[in-house]
């Protein structure tokens, strides 16, 4: 199912006229770079991904039960001399969460930017 979500995720990407860069997932999470376009809000984007591939899946019966994303979401922006190495890690990051899960990762990635925030108001982590 990984790789179709992954093909999904692609074509709404590119039916709401986003630069792709690097997209995989893992069984819980979805990690995408993109070069987001001015015309589009970035919460619209996301919206459209979720609905569209909730839609998606549910149709298609991929799960017992109805599928639903959980609320918000996590964005960063990086500089252009990152991408390689952003594009690397999203390859990748099935190795690297067997190191780091990504509950750790994401609160150490909101410490490095000094992100204030209330853990009551974090993902639900699936461990």
Same mark, same amino acid.
């Given at each position: 199912?990984?790789?179709?979500?992954?093909?999904?995720?692609?074509?709404?990407?590119?039916?709401?006229?986003?630069?792709?860069?690097? =997209?995989?997932? +893992?069984?819980? #999470? &979805?990690?995408?770079?993109?070069?987001?376009?001015?015309?589009?809000?970035?919460? $619209?984007?996301?919206?459209?991904?979720?609905?569209?591939?909730?839609?998606?899946?549910?149709?298609?019966?991929?799960?017992?039960?109805?599928?639903?994303?959980?609320?918000?979401?996590?964005?960063?922006?990086?500089?252009?001399?990152? =991408?390689?190495? +952003?594009?690397? #890690? &999203?390859?990748?990051?099935?190795?690297?969460?067997?190191?780091?899960?990504?509950? $750790?990762?994401?609160?150490?990635?909101?410490?490095?930017?000094?992100?204030?925030?209330?853990?009551?108001?974090?993902?639900?982590?699936?461990?």
């Amino acid at each position: 199912m990984e790789g179709w979500i992954i093909q999904i995720h692609k074509g709404i990407c590119i039916e709401n006229n986003q630069k792709l860069i690097a =997209i995989n997932s +893992v069984s819980d #999470y &979805i990690h995408i770079l993109l070069g987001l376009k001015p015309a589009m809000a970035l919460s $619209d984007l996301v919206k459209a991904i979720k609905t569209n591939s909730r839609r998606f899946i549910n149709e298609n019966k991929w799960i017992k039960g109805k599928f639903k994303w959980q609320e918000g979401y996590g964005a960063f922006s990086y500089s252009h001399s990152q =991408i390689g190495t +952003v594009v690397t #890690y &999203i390859e990748n990051q099935e190795m690297y969460h067997r190191k780091k899960s990504f509950k $750790d990762e994401y609160i150490e990635l909101l410490e490095k930017f000094q992100i204030k925030y209330d853990s009551n108001y974090l993902f639900e982590w699936i461990d």
